[in-house]
Each structure stands twice: as C-alpha cells, then as structure tokens.
T-cell receptor, first 117, second 117 residues
C-alpha cells in the first residue's frame, strides 16, 4: 500500500525567507506525485505534479519540487515566501489504474504554512 | 468553465439523522471521486466513479454510506443514520478519462463540512 509522510504539521517562515515543505512517500511502483494547496474556504488547488518527465518540477506561484528516488522524497520549495502563500499544503501520490486511468490519491497529513511579516 | 461544486457547504445534524451531500463535477469529466478528512487526520479516499459505475469503493467506511451517480453526471453521498465519527469535511474531485497524467489531474470542490452532534 502506498503512504505519504509530511514532516511537520506546521511550518512558520518570515516573508522573503525560503519555504521548504517535506514529503516522503512509499510506493511499490514508480509513483505519480502531486502537491496541492488549500487556501481558507476554498477547495484543493494543484500546485504541481511529477510525471517522470523531469525530476525538478516547476509549479504555480513560484513553487517547485524535486523528485529524489533514492530518498523517496518530493519536497516542495519556494525561494522567497510571500504573505499570500499562507495556506495548507498537501503532498499526494497516485498510481495508474487500468493502463490509462489514474486512481485514488493517497494524501499526507498536510502542512500549515504561516508567513510572518 | 465552472469548477467542481459541492452542496451544502456546511451541514449540522443530530446523530441518527440522514444527510445527503451533492457533488457536481466539471462538465465532461467522467471520473468522480469522494474523499473525507476527519479533523486532525489526513484526507482519505472513499470511492471512485467512472461515469455511473463504481470503479473503486474500497474506502467506504461501512454500509451507512451510499454513493450514487445516476446518469453519470452529478453524484450524491448519503449517510444514514449519521454517527458522531462521521463528522469531517467531505471533498469531491473530478478528472477526465484518457491517457497521460495531465488529463487525469483531479480538480477538487471546496468541500462539505459535516458536523454530527
């Protein structure tokens, strides 16, 4: 069974500082990995996805993540935090079902990012 | 284009009552997923429809939960009778069917917050 671990349920950074949100996964086959963000009172929005095309994936709002197979990690980073980045972030993994259709997502516990002025 | 819409946004009911949650997926999306997040826990998969057929219902907690998707459009999730442990946020997501992970990105609704008293 797949599992996802996000280290740190809360991360606090100053505006302009580096953001690093950690995600480790376990999967018996090469996974497909995602980062979602949830702003208050909104649904989950896709930040970026890993599809095996490139290990460094760039997403929206200046975020990027690097897939490291040897470490089974997919950490999310942003060089300079902005106040608007305050939200909850979820790492998720899915596998392929039936050849072309992707199945359920398995989520990590979520990390709440707080950005201080 | 309208996103995934969920009704109601909040529901407060008493133990033993019945509640029906509705999800309207993005038009043309044949995949529809239900997830649940109990407070303090990770988002967990409940079930997956492809059109009107249940592809995977391995996450449904028990037979008090009934999901339907008549006609392959909107879906309902009924809890009858509701118990205290059913409280949480219920998310719906939809995606296209086709090859490639890009086509299978899951788009989420804002969720229904269910409180069972």
């Amino acid at each position: 069974a797949q599992s996802v671990t996000q280290l740190g349920s809360h991360v606090s950074v100053s505006e302009g500082a580096l953001v690093l949100l950690r995600c480790n996964y376990s999967s018996s086959v090469p996974p497909y990995l995602f980062w979602y963000v949830q702003y208050p009172n909104q649904g989950l929005q896709l930040l970026l996805k890993y599809t095996s095309a490139a290990t460094l994936v760039k997403g929206i709002n200046g975020f990027e993540a690097e897939f490291k197979k040897s470490e089974t990690s997919f950490h999310l980073t942003k060089p300079s935090a902005h106040m608007s980045d305050a939200a909850e972030y979820f790492c998720a993994v899915s596998d392929r079902v039936g050849g072309t259709s992707y199945g359920k997502l398995t989520f990590g516990q979520g990390t709440i990012l707080t950005v201080h002025p | 284009e309208a996103g995934v819409t969920q009704f109601p946004s909040h529901s407060v009911i008493e133990k033993g009552q019945t509640v029906t949650l509705r999800c309207d997926p993005i038009s043309g999306h044949d995949n529809l997923y239900w997830y649940r997040r109990v407070m303090g826990k990770e988002i967990k998969f409940l079930l997956h429809f492809v059109k009107e057929s249940k592809q995977d219902e391995s996450g449904m907690p028990n037979n008090r939960f009934l999901a339907e998707r008549t006609g392959g459009t909107y879906s309902t999730l009924k809890v009858q009778p509701a118990e205290l442990e059913d409280s949480g946020v219920y998310f719906c997501a939809s995606s296209q069917v086709g090859s490639g992970v890009a086509k299978n990105i899951q788009y989420f609704g804002a969720g229904t917050r269910l409180s069972v008293l």
